[in-house]
Structures are given as C-alpha cells and as structure tokens.
C-alpha cells in the first residue's frame, strides 16, 4: 500500500517535471559524407506562438579525447550572438530561425569536414531550460582511386600504383581475377593530410600475367565500406609490345607517300614537257626520303610510363558500424 502510493508520488512528481521544460531529439545519431551539409535537429516545448526574446539556444560541439568544447552557434534572446563563435564554424552554422516557431532548433552545418565529428550539445532557454546530446560522425569514402602503370627500368616487372584519399584509414588489397591475393608484396603508405584525410598510396612491384586484369580494393574497416579500381592488362600491352608505336610507324610512311608521290609526278610533267630543251642533265636526281627513320627513333624514345584513367567501384558492405 504504502509502495504503492510512493510510486503513484513519484510519477505525478516526474510528469510535472517534464511538463515543464523538455528537450528533445527526434535523431540521436548522423552519419554524413564529407564536404556535405548536415541538419541536426532539437524539439521544445512552444505554447501558442513564440516569444522569441525569451529564446536562448546554443549549440556546442566537443571532439572525442579533448576536453574543450567549441561554441558552435548561439541565439541569444531571439538574437544571433557571433562574437562568442568558435572560428571553425564561421560562416558554416546556421540556426534555421524559420523553424524555431514550431519548437525546433535546427543547426545547419556546410561542407562538413573531419574535425567536424564529435558530440553536439543542443542547450534552450525558453521558458524553462534543458539540453540534449547529439552525436555527429563523418566519413570520407575512398570513391576516386587514381591508378598508374610502369614499366620497371631493365626489368620485366611493373609498377602497379594506386592513391586515394579518404577517411577513416583504410588498408589497401591487390587481386587477380581469380581473387588470387597479392597483396603480399605490396607496400602500402599513408600521409594525414590538413584537412584530416588520409592519402594512402598502395605500391605492388611485380610481373604480371599478360591475359589477366588486375585491381586494388580500399576497404574502410570501420565503415565496412570498400572501392576498388581495376587495371586492365590490355594497356600493359601497348607498354610491352608497342602497339600504338606501330600504329605510328605506319601513318609516318603513309604520310611520307603522299607527300611524295604528287611531287614525283609534277617533276615526271616537267620533264615530259622540257625534254627537247634540258637532255639528260637532272635525271640522276632523286628524292631522298631519309627522314622516315629518323623520325622512328624519335618515337621509340617516347616515355614509357603509362597514366591509365580512374575506374572505381564502390559498395557499402554492410550497415554502417558505431
Ligand atoms: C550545402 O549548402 C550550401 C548553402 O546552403 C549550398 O550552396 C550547397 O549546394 C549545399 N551542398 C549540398 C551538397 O547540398
Ligand atoms: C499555454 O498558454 C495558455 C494560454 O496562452 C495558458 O493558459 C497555459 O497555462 C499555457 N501552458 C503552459 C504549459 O505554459
Ligand atoms: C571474386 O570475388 C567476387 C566478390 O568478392 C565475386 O563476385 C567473384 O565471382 C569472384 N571471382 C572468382 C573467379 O572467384
Ligand atoms: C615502402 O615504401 C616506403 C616509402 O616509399 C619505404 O620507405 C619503405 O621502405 C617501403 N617498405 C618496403 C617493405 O618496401
Ligand atoms: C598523395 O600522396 C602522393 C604520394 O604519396 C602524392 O603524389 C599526392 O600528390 C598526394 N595527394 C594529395 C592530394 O596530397
Ligand atoms: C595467366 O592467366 C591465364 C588466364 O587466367 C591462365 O590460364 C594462365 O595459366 C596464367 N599464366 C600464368 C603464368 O599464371
Ligand atoms: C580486362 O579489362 C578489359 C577492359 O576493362 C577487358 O576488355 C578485357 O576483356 C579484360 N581482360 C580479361 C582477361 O578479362
């Protein structure tokens, strides 16, 4: 009986605590894409219309591992208060101020970057007071892989290489068709860059075989995310066996005959129609078309380095790990 009663007590007392001032937050969790924008919402309570001189709202945002918060954006008493803002959201947070009359305080953020991840405190004055925690997480998936094919210097090897940039770090897989690992002798790096990306560059030394194609997966663990990009073997090819050099070496005689030829001819008319006049004297003359093989030497000198276009492929393995 007298339990009872205390519980009956104690919720009479939770309710009108509640039903004074609550804040609310319909998503508890975002998980956006880097260089995105990102809306993160708050709910309190508006009786009737909104008195906005009575509404103070602040949002913080505190990184995981520093004890420091930065001031994100604050209305203070219906007015934006920038002075107090931390410099890396200036110009890049935004309270939506037509939805606060619904009871919403919406923080608008650009261009999302790394730094930008952490856990947000949405604190309103209004009437009462209260404050909820939000948790933002940022992602960068490894979508441009830039590929590069060389041919070692003296050797029959390749260098097969591939960069990317993302975040978090991922570690960087080589494969044949048959899904055959090569990883092995691969070597793979990585630079944090400025804007808290890693640039990861995969490096795998060796001889391939000239009827398969080849690719390197980036796999982002903690995402559970992996791209991959493929080398095609059919550009090796033009790097070993000169196929687009002979292609060159038949357009340069090509063009040499037509050049040639129409001269041959008006040179055969003049000589036709000055015969009487000039006997014997010119005929030893010949053309020399010589420059043909100098020009094939010049071609055998071209680079050997091949710069191959970027091929990606991504897919999202599973649901997005916490
Ligand atoms: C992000 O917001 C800005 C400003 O509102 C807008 O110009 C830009 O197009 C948005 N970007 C995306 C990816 O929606
Ligand atoms: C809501 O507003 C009405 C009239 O404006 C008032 O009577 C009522 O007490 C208010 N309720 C709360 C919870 O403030
Ligand atoms: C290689 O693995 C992929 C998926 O990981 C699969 O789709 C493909 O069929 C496999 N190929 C071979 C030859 O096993
Ligand atoms: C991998 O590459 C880096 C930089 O290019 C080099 O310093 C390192 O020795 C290489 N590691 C191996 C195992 O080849
Ligand atoms: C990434 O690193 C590679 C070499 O490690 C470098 O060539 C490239 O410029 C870097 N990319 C960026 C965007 O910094
Ligand atoms: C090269 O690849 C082809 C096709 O996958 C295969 O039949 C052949 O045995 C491979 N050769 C070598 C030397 O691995
Ligand atoms: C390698 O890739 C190219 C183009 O992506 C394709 O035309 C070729 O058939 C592939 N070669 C093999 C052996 O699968």
Redesign the pocket.
């Known amino acids: 009986m007298f339990q009872i009663l205390t519980m009956l007590l104690l919720e009479t007392q939770l309710c009108v605590v509640s039903a004074l001032f609550t804040v609310e937050v319909p998503q508890q969790l975002y998980v956006v894409e880097y260089g995105s924008n990102v809306t993160m919402e708050c709910r309190f309570p508006v009786n009737g219309s909104l008195d906005l001189r009575l509404l103070t709202v602040v949002w913080e945002q505190k990184r995981q591992g520093q004890s420091k918060s930065k001031e994100v954006y604050t209305l203070r008493n219906g007015k934006a208060f920038p002075p107090s803002q931390h410099h890396d959201y200036i110009g890049r947070a935004a309270l939506l101020h037509s939805e606060l009359k619904w009871g919403r305080a919406i923080l608008q953020i650009t261009s999302v970057k790394i730094t930008d991840a952490g856990s947000y405190l949405c604190l309103i004055y209004y009437q009462g007071v209260d404050y909820k925690y939000i948790t933002l997480e940022v992602k960068a998936s490894y979508k441009r892989i830039n590929t590069q094919v060389m041919r070692k210097p003296g050797e029959d090897k390749f260098i097969f290489m591939c960069q990317s940039e993302g975040f978090p770090l991922a570690e960087v897989f080589w494969k044949?068709?048959?899904n055959f690992s090569l990883s092995g002798s691969a070597n793979t790096t990585y630079t944090l860059m400025t804007d808290g990306l890693y640039n990861v560059t995969s490096i795998l030394v060796f001889k391939p075989?000239?009827?398969?194609n080849y690719s390197c997966i980036f796999w982002n663990k903690e995402l559970n995310a992996e791209t991959s990009a493929h080398i095609s073997t059919l550009a090796l090819m033009g790097t070993q066996y000169s196929g687009q050099k002979s292609l060159i070496l038949f357009i340069i005689p090509m063009c040499v005959m037509v050049a040639v030829v129409p001269s041959a001819l008006i040179i055969l008319q003049k000589r036709k129609s000055f015969k009487n006049r000039q006997p014997k004297k010119d005929r030893k003359r010949k053309l020399n078309p010589n420059m043909k093989d100098e020009n094939r030497d010049d071609f055998n000198s071209q680079t050997e380095d091949l710069y191959l276009s970027t091929v990606t492929t991504s897919k999202d393995i599973g649901s997005v790990g916490l």
Not at 209 to 212: A, G, L, T
């Open positions: 044949n068709e048959k075989n000239m009827s398969e």
